[in-house]
């Protein structure tokens, strides 16, 4: 980085120059027609400068941005890989991107016969009766999905208010259910990272409404009981709800619904490719048995006689989940991308996930341990090694030290109950060789702080901003840096 990029960290404002234009406007004193106390009595405070200082300004500041166009980003738990241009494309059709979200059915058939076929083709992909893809958000599905629990507990006369979340869920879990009026109930995984099935059969009572499984779970790890874990809910009377967060890790080798899910949520961001980051806007979906699919979201997107159609007169459901319904360009992009692959080619989307990660487990566990010594799923989890912490080297320091080498850090001090956890996910569309390249700068992190840890533990050394005071930050953000 030179100089001028290391050091020009001044505020557009601060480079303001009296007198410099980018783009002219009306005078204020021309415009009629607007009441006097709708005009302003004072300059707004706006940086002038000219439209090249402006480009020049942005586009420096878009150079310190890690994403996944630039970078590896190895983001455990959060799935962030190539979005394939074909879907922005598909996605940009005028007659998708000037739709009125409030026009009438018959002018929006094409719009909602795609989300009516999304919503089959993602149940037959999972295994499941029925769909909706109103929620803007895997998180905004999750909670979604637990109010449609809720719902079909409250239809039966059932006051069941407990919901059973395993330490290795995922941490929208517990908040969801608080959200949606239950007490969590969080219970401990075993010590191979798995639900324990006694601490389980000991915790489910007749209040138990829904145990909320991460499959696979923030470890990597799959629920090898899964079966018998459904099993033992149904026979409490209570439904078994999935985070398919996860799925690129399941898609194509097994079908949920087989293993006796009632209820599952999807995040568009992580298995289907779609854009993520930067606060939205997203798509979830909810995935239902046919037992739940009265509760479904409203209006539901329904096919007549040859017709597509929005079906308000749906009495036993949770009612409308958001003003104006999906977001129909984020569902395009994944309808996109599930029309490009067949059954062999989600098979091999997963069978890659899951080499890629084991790849990096066993590339670096004698440097960083891994917390389980089985095969992984998606990601894995690692931790710096006995020596690493002997000489006081922590995750934080090898993630700002990532930085340095150009690779966004992977997920840190997640889960929970991993100490000093460093959770990566390289997904499946990362070549060997980049892969290679990760590896072989965490080994040389692991030298270089086994030779000067202080030099470590003062990364990132190359960035516009350093190692900050996190605590300070979070609860006094400076935005001038």
């Known amino acids: ?128 009766d029925d769909a909706t893809l109103w929620p803007v958000a895997g998180a905004h599905g999750e909670y979604t999905g637990i109010l449609i629990a809720k719902k079909y507990f409250s239809v039966k006369g059932e006051g069941r208010d407990e919901i059973i979340v395993p330490d290795s869920a995922h941490g929208t879990n517990p908040a969801t259910a608080s959200m949606a009026g239950f007490k969590t109930v969080n219970i401990q995984s075993s010590p191979d990272g798995r639900l324990d099935l006694d601490v389980l059969k000991k915790n489910l009572t007749p209040r138990t409404a829904v145990i909320m499984l991460t499959v696979p779970n923030t470890l990597g790890i799959f629920e090898k009981n899964i079966k018998k874990i459904c099993e033992l809910a149904h026979a409490n009377g209570s439904l078994v709800y999935m985070d398919g967060a996860n799925l690129n890790a399941l898609i194509g080798l097994v079908k949920p619904g087989d293993f006796g899910i009632d209820i599952m949520h999807l995040n568009m961001h992580k298995t289907f490719s779609t854009p993520h980051g930067g606060g939205g806007p997203g798509a979830g979906g909810i ?85 389980s010594k089985e095969y992984c799923m998606h990601e894995c989890v690692l931790t710096p090694s006995k020596e690493l912490q002997e000489k006081g080297i922590k995750t934080l320091d090898i993630a700002k030290r990532l930085l340095d080498y150009g690779f966004h850090a992977p997920t840190v001090y997640f889960p929970l109950i991993v100490h000093e956890a460093i959770m990566i996910e390289p997904t499946e569309t990362e070549s060997k060789e980049t892969l290679d390249s990760f590896i072989s700068t965490m080994t040389k992190i692991h030298s270089e702080a086994m030779e000067n840890p202080e030099m470590l533990k003062q990364a990132p050394h190359t960035m516009p901003v350093k190692r900050l005071d996190e605590v300070l930050a979070a609860r006094q953000p400076n935005i001038k840096w």
Do not use: W
Request: hydrophobic content about 30%; some cysteine; charged content about 25%.
């Open 287 to 371: 995935l239902v048995k046919r037992i739940l699919s009265p509760h479904l979201p409203k209006p539901r997107v329904e096919k007549k006689e040859g017709k597509y159609f929005l079906n308000e007169n749906v009495p036993l459901s949770i009612g409308r989940i958001k003003a104006y319904l999906c977001n129909t360009q984020v569902l395009l992009r994944a309808y996109a991308y599930i029309l490009n692959h067949g059954p062999e080619e989600f098979k091999s989307i997963a069978e890659n996930a899951i080499l890629n990660a084991n790849y990096i487990k066993a590339s670096l566990e004698k440097l960083y341990p891994s917390y």
């Open 1 to 128: 980085m030179n100089d001028i990029m290391k050091f020009d960290n001044e505020l557009s404002i601060e480079k303001s120059r009296s007198g410099k234009r980018g783009i002219r406007f009306n005078c204020p004193s021309c415009e009629t027609n607007i009441p006097n106390n709708f005009t302003r009595k004072s300059e707004p405070k706006l940086p002038e400068l000219s439209e090249f200082d402006t480009v020049r300004h942005f586009t420096r500041l878009s150079k310190f941005n890690f994403s996944v166009d630039t970078h590896f980003y190895p983001l455990g738990s959060c799935t962030m890989k190539y979005n394939p241009r074909i879907n922005e494309e598909t996605s940009s059709f005028e007659g998708f991107t000037s739709l009125h979200p409030l026009s009438l059915d018959e002018n929006a058939q094409g719009t909602l016969e795609i989300i009516y076929d999304a919503q089959n083709r993602l149940c037959e992909l999972c295994g499941m």
